[in-house]
């Protein structure tokens, strides 16, 4: 017996859960130290374009797939291009599977230092338990590893349970928000700090002799990632948007937020880190530690009022995690209700359990088991060897899975549904000012698969964007 399909209560419950799903680990994470490694500015510059031209139009072109169908991605993908092209959504739910598996170990690190500063800001800060070495004890800790990736999938199970209006989108229209409220404060914070002049030099000069072709290609991977496109999640929440409610002016603001809070995301800890004199020198050491090893050593040390902000910022990082791991189960999840005629309850239980196994595989590969921890396929005796399951799976998502479906996404989008079909959805009475149906159409059609092509092919000859 099919069953009443959930739906959004608004137009703004849906901006709140997709932004939500977009805004996470890659804008507080990832972005930061990408933006380090290739040295601002320019790097920058060319991340904005990749959103406008790149990102915007297939987000777009996602939500529009997922409002008219109905459907999560297995069945819109029948539904809109024809039966023949049902492995892209299949790969879309196998990605977000993936996707999960690991994400949801880094997201349970943030629930610890969450904690660990809690601890800190009462009893004071212990300096030896903020190094580096303490964190790489604690990462290769595999009990605990297992307690808070479990905790993290618990909690993500627990609201996907409950469905769309009581569950995802109440937990977005709480946490949102708090995690808007949350960076505004820190924001302020770090302008005032002596690093800030610094930090927003180095995040917007225009020096292009910095700029290398690689860099580029990691600009438009990470566009992927961070607005979770090309998997179908964009397709599964517009899946639960009412016919009535713009997809351009959504896609607009959802787009918005994502980059607005991964460029302030990076001014916080960029003025921070310029605060401190010689620790620029530090982070080139490891630019992937930024999140975890320099900044809490840093809110105690320099901060004003650092015993405050900074379990309020882990806080943040674990609201923004949790909104996207939702967001990656709901995908999964919604494959076994909609195609498999689960219920919710039962589907929800047998994927988040599955996924904790591979989550736990993943948090024994830092270290606490030998076999997990050190296998190397790829990039094997380079300097950017890919090494343990975690670090397979995140380069199989990013540089190949993503990509993949991103391209098939856009081709059809732009080569098999009718203009009429694509115009209907896009253009009507709510359609902001701002947008023009022909540009959308050129974007979707020659720029996107062009520029998603030269990253699989690039992927193909050896790059690595993950
Ligand atoms: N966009 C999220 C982030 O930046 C991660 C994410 C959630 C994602 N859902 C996704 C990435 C779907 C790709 C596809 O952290």
Known sequence: MPQARGHWSSRLGFILAAAGSAIGLGNLWKFPYITWANQGGAFVLL?????????????????????????????????????????????????GFVILGYYSVIAGWTLRYFAVCVGWSVRGFDAEAASGAAFGAFVANGVLQLVLAGLFMV????????????????VARTLMPLLFGILVLLLVSALTMDGAGSALGFIFNLDFSALQPRGALE?????????????????????????KDSVVSSAGIVVALDTLIAIVATIIMFSVIFSVPGMAEQINKSTAGMLFITLPQLFYAEVPFGVLLAPLFYLLVAFAAL???????????????????????????????????????????????????????????????????FDHLDYLASNW???????????????LM?????????????????????????????????????????????????
């Open 219 to 243: 600009a438009l991977g990470h566009a992927f990632f961070t607005l979770s496109l090309g998997m179908g999640a964009m397709i599964t929440y517009g899946s639960y948007l009412s016919r």
């Open 47 to 95: 991340y904005l374009l990749c959103i406008a031209a790149i990102g915007l139009p297939i987000m777009m072109a996602e939500i529009l797939i997922g409002r008219r169908t109905q459907k999560s991605p297995v069945g819109a993908m029948a539904e809109a291009f024809g039966a023949r092209w049902k492995w892209v959504g299949g790969l879309g739910v196998l990605t």
């Open 418 to 466: 009718t203009r009429q079909a694509t115009e209907g959805e896009l253009v009507d009475d709510t359609t902001p000012a701002w947008f023009r149906y022909g540009l959308w159409r050129f974007a979707i059609r020659y720029v996107a698969p062009l520029a998603v092509a030269a990253i699989i092919v690039a992927v193909i000859s050896g790059k690595d964007f993950s």
């Open 155 to 170: 909690l993500t199970t627990a609201v996907v349970y409950r469905g769309i209006g009581g569950g995802i989108e109440r």
């Open 401 to 415: 899975m993503l990509p993949i479906g991103g391209f098939f996404i856009t081709l059809g989008a732009g080569w």
């Open 323 to 389: 909104t996207s791991t939702i967001s990656l189960l709901e995908v999964v999840v919604s494959y076994f209700i909609d195609q498999r005629g689960m219920a919710r309850g039962k589907a929800t239980f047998l994927c988040g359990a599955t996924t904790f196994v591979l989550s736990a595989l993943c948090g024994l590969s830092f270290g606490s088991s030998k076999l997990l921890s050190n296998f190397s396929w790829v990039y094997r005796g380079t300097d950017h060897a890919k090494s343990g399951l």
